[in-house]
């Protein structure tokens, strides 16, 4: 398998997940020129996405989605909660089909098993994916941990976690004082310290790669990220890798 970003914070996201002939798309946060755009520099050919698998409803990961779908052709998966908030924003998409967050679904190659997290959004989920011999987590958009979540990101061979912000950062930044209650309560975004307890807790010795992503342009910095996530592991910082608003090129897990 392998995976990839063609965007990852607040200006649109999305991860691209790989194995043979199997291509899913987790999120659809950008418009679909700058998107087609960032997937022919993946070299990737759009129709050839077997499906579009939306995590929650807000605009940073829905925003291209319908536009996406219609010219592209791709199938859409999300719960029946991220359907009633995303409204226009998933209408008209192409096949558009409800997913259970405590079911699993197979996509060619690819088994994906969504996962409930708490996050303010309506039935908000995030995903592992398989291939049955290697597996991926991708997790961004939740406030806080759960047993549920980290007994399902346990076991992995790659994860990518969201760092969204330095507690510090954000309770001095210029955010108005509602603001920094929503990202860091419980049902906002992980700050650094969080994610690296989630980390502690996943951490095998069968990962082969850890990215920080989701992190905020104005509570943040990627070598705050990478010291809390190294630091969960023991490992040195540039071994964590970190995904922008550009995105991140293809990494291989084998």
Not at 87 to 104: C, D, F, I, K
Not at 206 to 223: C, F, G, M, T, Y
Not at 232 to 251: E, F, H, K, N, Y
Request: contains cysteine.
């Amino acid at each position: 398998m392998r995976f990839c970003s063609v965007g990852s914070g607040s200006t649109g996201n999305g991860w691209l997940i790989e194995s043979g002939d199997t291509r899913v798309l987790i999120d659809c946060g950008l418009g679909v020129e700058r998107l087609t755009a960032r997937l022919a520099r993946a070299g990737v050919d759009p129709a050839t996405i077997a499906a579009l698998l939306i995590t929650h409803e807000h605009d940073d990961h829905v925003g291209g989605a319908a536009s996406f779908s219609r010219r592209y052709k791709v199938p859409v998966y999300a719960t029946y909660g991220t359907v009633q908030g995303a409204g226009e924003a998933l209408a008209g998409v192409e096949r558009l089909r409800e997913l259970e967050p405590a079911g699993r679904l197979a996509i060619g190659a690819i088994e994906v098993v969504p996962v409930a997290v708490p996050h303010d959004a309506r039935e908000p989920v995030q995903y592992v994916l398989s291939d049955g011999a290697v597996r991926i987590g991708v997790i961004t958009d939740l406030g806080s941990l759960t047993a549920h979540v980290v007994a399902s990101y346990s076991g992995l061979d790659a994860l990518v976690l969201e760092a969204n912000h330095d507690s510090g950062m954000l309770q001095q930044g210029p955010y108005p004082q509602f603001l920094k209650d929503r990202v860091g309560g419980r049902y906002g975004h992980l700050s650094n310290e969080t994610a690296a307890r989630f980390l502690r807790a996943v951490a095998n010795d069968r990962l082969q790669h850890v990215v920080a992503a989701h992190l905020s342009l104005k509570n943040n910095h990627a070598d705050l990220a990478r010291t809390a996530l190294a630091g969960a592991l023991g490992s040195a910082p540039d071994w964590i890798q970190v995904a922008t608003d550009a995105g991140l090129d293809w990494r291989d897990v084998i």
